[in-house]
T-cell receptor, first 117, second 113 residues
Framework: DTGVSQDPRHKITKRGQNVTFRCDPI?????LYWYRQTLGQGPEFLTY????????KSRLLSDRFSAERPKGSFSTLEIQRTEQGDSAMYLC???????????????FGNGTRLTVT | KNQVEQSPQSLIILEGKNCTLQ??????????LRWYKQDTGRGPVSLTI?????NTKSNGRYTATLDADTKQSSLHITASQLSDSASYIC????????????FGGGTRLMVKP
């Protein structure tokens, strides 16, 4: 078990470009979450998968954002036509059961820091 | 609306000193409360998790308390070390919230030698 892995760790892009991030959860975890975190703030929920099904999406997830988890294992988060306001840390987390349950806490990756210039 | 408020926003202490971080929440119906430690540039790591029936839980030099009546929690750090410098995030879940957690904004702690 190597924990939740995210790639890349850092991404610098110009406004208007598309970017894609990858998350590899802990292998036996069927739930996968994406969060966004700006400096000095707590993580904000973006979306959640149970296996390959995307079950919840935040209002923060505009139509420029799309997330997939095609085989119920790794997930990708794509941002199209990036804006400067998209600059943030994008965190992925996984859990064995519901993330709110006592026996299935969220395990976070170390995030992808996006800078849009 | 479910909310979690943390105080102070930031704190500077000298190595070896103790400190206490506060978390107030309005999440209802309450299920459990977790404290996470987040080092700069890293993801949050769970420190403690507490349910309604637990008043105190320790993890090494970290001790969390919970008062479910006043909807307050605190995280006490004893004999601080330089490696304690991090953000500490309080996270509360509601029993009817499915997979939704409510995150506080965190307290940024800096321990100076």
């Amino acid at each position: 078990d190597t924990g939740v892995s995210q790639d890349p760790r850092h991404k610098i892009t110009k406004r208007g470009q598309n970017v894609t991030f990858r998350c590899d959860p802990i292998s036996e975890h069927n739930r996968l979450y994406w969060y966004r975190q700006t400096l000095g703030q707590g993580p904000e929920f973006l979306t959640y998968f149970q296996n390959e099904a995307q079950l919840e999406k935040s209002r923060l997830l505009s139509d420029r954002f799309s997330a997939e988890r095609p085989k119920g294992s790794f997930s990708t988060l794509e941002i199209q036509r990036t804006e400067q306001g998209d600059s943030a840390m994008y965190l992925c987390a996984s859990s064995r059961g519901p993330g709110t349950a006592l026996n299935s806490p969220l395990h976070f990756g170390n995030g992808t820091r996006l800078t849009v210039t | 609306k479910n909310q979690v408020e943390q105080s102070p926003q930031s704190l500077i202490i000298l190595e070896g000193k103790n400190c206490t971080l506060q978390c107030n929440y309005t999440v209802s119906p309450f299920s459990n409360l977790r404290w996470y430690k987040q080092d700069t540039g890293r993801g949050p790591v769970s420190l403690t998790i507490m349910t309604f029936s637990e008043n105190t839980k320790s993890n090494g030099r970290y001790t969390a308390t919970l008062d479910a009546d006043t909807k307050q929690s605190s995280l006490h750090i004893t004999a601080s070390q330089l490696s304690d410098s991090a953000s500490y995030i309080c996270v509360v879940s509601a029993s009817n919230a499915g997979n939704m957690l409510t995150f506080g904004g965190g307290t940024r702690l800096m321990v100076k030698p």
